[in-house]
């Protein structure tokens, strides 16, 4: 039985109803997590409202702005952490960015500035996230990120991504060595295609979709509750085996070779 009653888990990447940590918080307050969330803040505040009605329901006792290209707020989310939890079990990293405009068109293009900012948000943000966590997670761990094919193929248009998502697979890998002997575990969940806000930056996504549920042994794409089901089983002690590894969540698409 999936249970995560007495574990602390802290959740990045919900912005909105359509977002996969969205997915994930629900599945990890069903199996009865201590949820701490982050949100991404803006100036007007608006991003804080609107993650805070979101997630009400499953009671957060932290939440907290983090921007991870801000050391000050990663450092004051893990500070608040110690302060009120003492420990941390599970880190959900499921945040990724990249300008509009690397992400359509020819890869060569790729400014400097957008593969540094690409590459900070959504691969270097990972190895930060856990450096941090790991004085926190005295009693084991799990780490948890997303990622996509577009790492380990080269899928239209995902251009500076794909080579984000390849570093991100990397890291899973470099930390996951690093923190085993301390019983943390860092693995991460290759999703198929899902519409989010993330997603509808990537051009075609659309077209891509269509295509797994053409050709995807499943015939469908996943949900964020797939996606969330699975995080909660590789945070739990059913998986305590498991570190290191890319799971595909993607209704078997990554095996099919036409
Ligand atoms: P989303 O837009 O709902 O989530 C992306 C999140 O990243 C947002 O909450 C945003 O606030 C956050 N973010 C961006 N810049 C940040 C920063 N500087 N600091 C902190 N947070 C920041 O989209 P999503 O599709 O749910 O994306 C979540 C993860 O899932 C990403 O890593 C994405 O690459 C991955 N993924 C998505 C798909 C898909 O098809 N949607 C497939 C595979 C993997």
Not at 73 to 98: M, P, V
Request: proline share 3%; aromatic share 6%.
């Amino acid at each position: 039985m999936l249970n995560l009653t007495g574990k602390n888990a802290l959740v990045t990447g919900i912005a909105n109803n359509r977002s996969i940590a969205w997915g994930i918080a629900q599945q990890l307050h069903q199996a009865g997590a201590n949820l701490g969330i982050t949100y991404l803040p803006d100036d007007r505040g608006k991003m804080e409202k609107k993650v805070a009605e979101l997630v009400e329901p499953l009671n957060p006792s932290l939440f907290v702005p983090c921007n991870v290209q801000n050391d000050e707020q990663i450092q004051s989310t893990f500070a608040a952490i110690q302060e009120k939890w003492g420990r941390l079990d599970i880190l959900i990293h499921c945040l990724a960015f990249a300008n509009k405009d690397d992400l359509t068109g020819g890869f060569s293009q790729t400014s400097r500035a957008g593969f540094k900012t690409a590459l900070e948000i959504s691969t270097y943000s990972l190895v930060q996230l856990s450096g941090a966590a790991k004085p926190l997670m005295t009693e084991g761990g799990s780490i948890i990120t997303l990622t996509y094919l577009g790492g380990v193929r080269a899928v239209p248009n995902y251009n500076v991504m794909g080579v984000a998502k390849a570093g991100l697979e990397a890291s899973v890998r470099y930390l996951a060595a690093e923190l085993g002997p301390q019983n943390i575990r860092v693995n991460a969940i290759s999703a198929g295609p899902i519409r989010t806000l993330a997603s509808s930056a990537v051009g075609g996504i659309l077209d891509m979709i269509h295509h797994v549920e053409e050709v995807a042994p499943l015939r469908r794409t996943v949900t964020q509750q797939e996606v969330g089901n699975t995080a909660a089983f590789l945070s739990s002690d059913l998986a305590s085996g498991i570190t290191g590894q890319v799971l595909y969540v993607d209704a078997g698409y990554e095996i099919m070779g036409m």
